[in-house]
């Protein structure tokens, strides 16, 4: 939903400010037109998902061309911990790019449609015996945002809000009880 107003004003007013009501963010947006001095405010409601949706599309349009955003997440997230480095030693990164990718797909597709993959399933057996901690999954976590900011062009704090109320949600799903 987008309410835009035009009114006449001569004072100083923010450009943008941002609400939270649970999921959903309140975007307010105030433009000064400086030929007339109008000033015209508009209010632009998104949710968590669409936020998260909308710059995970972004870097899947980027991710058509080379396998940047894994490389700059795995440089950001490997020197997290020194056992990550010997985790990954001996690994492929080509596919562990392809396998991120994948599984980062499938947790979009879970997100948006609510719907349980099997291959979820699948990932969160992996890790689950990989007897990762708590720390583990926020080094992930935080090394995935960084990539985010890094990677996505339109980044902003409710882009990084957004993503990490999204990984928490996965997260929360590979460490749930069955």
Known sequence: ???????????????????????????????????????ILAIVEKTVEQLFMESYTRIQRSLDQDDQFYEVFYESFIPRDPKYGLLFQ??????????LNIAMFQFYTYIISGINIPDLS???EIHLNMHLTISDYENWKAAMVETVEKMDPEYSDEIG??????????????????
């Open 1 to 39: 939903m987008v309410f835009v107003a035009r009114f006449q004003t001569e004072c100083e007013l923010p450009t943008r400010d941002r609400h939270s009501f649970g999921n959903l963010l309140i975007f307010i947006s105030i433009v000064k037109n400086t030929i007339n001095n109008e000033v």
């Open 161 to 178: 809000m957004a993503w990490t109320q999204i990984i928490e949600d996965c997260i929360e799903y590979i460490l749930r009880i069955v």
């Open 90 to 99: 001996t690994s492929n990164f080509r596919q562990q790019y392809s396998m």
């Open 122 to 124: 699948r990932i969160r």
